[in-house]
């Protein structure tokens, strides 16, 4: 059985380095518009602090978890930026403070449950490796939020694989909630890591007939719709795999509108 504890680790570590950014903030900072429609940087940790609070629960107490559900059942559409807008009210010092704890406690909590568990979540069952891999994609994600609401650039990391790794095995699922076949044939994706002087990141057969090539970010950056294809430099080969990359998400629940070209004199 693979050890999971890289990706608890690497999780660790992406959400110190968000803390770095924004833990010295001013008030006005915390207020700023990210790209996300009716999200300021406060919206963005809450989000992170709230998810991670379930994820808590998911892991250490399944009745409560439950509760949780009946009222994402309750209201599907709204339950998610609820918890944002609730966590966005707060001062941002205890904002700050109840996302240092609540992520410390889900650190604890996946580091000492018994290898093979699955916990519940809003759609199937997930071990602790597979639920620190959907947070540290959410925290890189909802991190290149605030990275450009406060226009400052994020050095790139090999977490990223941790990312892109999600986006390939997600691709069924993005031709799906948009109510597409998936195609039949596996797909070859290639990506040049960070870095960029390691081996390629490599999924799917070697032989396959359609390719995704391009840089580590900029595939990730597409799966989590944090920016247009155009933008990027991601390149396919074949059609099905051309479509892909116009709809690749990495995060379960609705595509939502992702991010426009940038214009020329951006």
Not at 71 to 78: E, G, I, Y
Not at 224 to 238: I, K, M, S
């Amino acid at each position: 059985m693979t050890d999971p504890t890289p990706v608890f680790d690497d999780l660790r570590d992406e959400s110190e380095e968000l803390d770095r950014l924004v833990g010295e903030l001013s008030e006005d900072d915390w207020a700023l518009a990210t790209p996300a429609a009716g999200w300021t940087v406060a919206h963005q940790i809450a989000h992170l602090a709230w998810t991670d609070r379930s994820a808590l629960l998911a892991a250490t107490d399944l009745a409560a978890f439950g509760a949780e559900v009946e009222k994402a059942l309750a209201a599907p559409d709204r339950f998610v930026d609820d918890g944002a807008e609730e966590g966005a009210g707060l001062p941002p010092a205890r904002l700050l403070a109840e996302w240092r704890a609540g992520r410390d406690a889900l650190h604890k909590a996946l580091c000492s449950a018994p290898r093979g568990v699955r916990f519940p979540w809003y759609g199937p069952p997930m071990s602790g490796a597979s639920m620190a891999t959907a947070r540290l994609m959410e925290t890189w994600a909802h991190g290149q939020d605030i990275a450009d609401a406060l226009h400052v650039m994020r050095p790139p990391t090999d977490r990223l694989r941790h990312v892109a790794r999600i986006g390939v095995r997600a691709r069924d699922f993005a031709f799906g909630v948009r109510g597409l076949t998936p195609p039949e044939e596996e797909f070859r994706v290639e990506l040049t890591p960070p870095s960029g002087d390691g081996e390629l990141w490599t999924y799917g057969p070697e032989d396959a007939a359609q390719r995704v090539t391009g840089p580590a970010l900029d595939f990730c950056l597409l799966v989590t719709r944090r920016a247009h294809r155009a933008d990027l430099a991601v390149r396919a080969q074949g059609p099905d795999a051309d479509r892909w990359l116009d709809i690749a998400q990495a995060f379960a629940g609705p595509p939502g509108t992702g991010r426009p070209p940038k214009g020329p004199t951006e």
